[in-house]
């Protein structure tokens, strides 16, 4: 890529430490080969998302009238730890302690001072772990991260995910459509910054829309036949304020016809608080399950 072509965040972060975003995209595209069991020069979707992520945070980082270069940093390293080696959270291990230990190993090498790498590694434990303290380069990746997911770009990423699963259309809504709902609804709540909140506003109305529209064509085409039911659930974690959890089920069971009874609970993940959803029909007995992570509430939209 010539340099007048080079990503805005790529840039920053060469002109600094030459070379660093091409080893986190290999350290990222093996870790994922590895992972999947892929062969060859297949693309990586967790390096597409973390360029992603690294860009939106340049921006907030702009927008916020802060230097990008860490944040941009943070955001590279922050998903490095997924398929560390070959595994999916290997050993119940949320991701960001690998991706500390992977950043602090590389920036050592790249040079970069002792100060600036505890930021990073600081940063990227912030993301998931209540005990460290949040600071503004934690927060900029947090939202850059969450606005990736949604919109008209992460309706996108939806759709890739759940082929990569090998799932049906029925089946990622079924699976994946409560929590993509929940979280779009509650996005700009979700945000740290005030320039991620401005963003959010309009990528929650342009996500909620657009599974809207789908769920009607859906139906109207012969396909699975969905209803959204809201709830409120109160989470255990301090504060306690009610969330707005949005349940994507089919109207009806696709065996017999009956109707549904939802029933959930919250229980305590490796990373976060979870919702355990359990559906049942009552006349066939037949049940089905899916579980997400309750979004964090942060302040006012």
Known sequence: MKKNQEPNFSRAVNSHYPGLVEIVKRIIEASEKEYTGKKGAAESYLWEHTTHVASLGYQLAKAEKREPLLPIIAALFH????????????????????????????????????????????????????????????????????????????????????????????????????????????????????????????????????????????????????????????????????????VAVPRSCPKCGGRWRIDFKTVKGVKCEKLEVEISCGRCGSRSNFSFCLPEIHGSA
């Open 79 to 246: 998903d490095a730890g997924k398929f560390a080696g070959g595994r999916y959270h290997g050993h119940e291990m949320a991701e960001e302690e690998d991706a500390a230990r992977l950043a602090k190993s590389v920036l050592r090498e790249a040079g970069m001072s002792a100060g600036g790498i505890e930021r990073i590694t600081s940063a990227i434990r912030a993301l998931y772990n209540a005990k460290v303290k949040k600071n503004w380069i934690s927060d900029i990746v947090h939202d850059a991260d969450f606005l990736a997911k949604f919109g008209t770009l992460g309706a996108a990423q939806f759709f890739i995910k759940s082929a990569l699963r090998g799932q049906t259309l029925r089946a990622a809504l079924m699976n994946s459509l409560s929590k993509e709902l929940t979280y779009a609804a509650c996005l700009p709540l979700n945000m740290r910054t005030g320039a991620g909140r401005r963003r959010a506003r309009k990528k929650s109305r342009d996500t909620l829309k657009f599974f809207g529209s789908l769920l009607k064509e859906l139906a109207e085409a012969g396909g699975a036949n969905f209803a959204v039911r809201k709830v409120l659930v109160r989470p255990s974690a301090r504060p306690r304020r009610p969330i707005d959890v949005r």
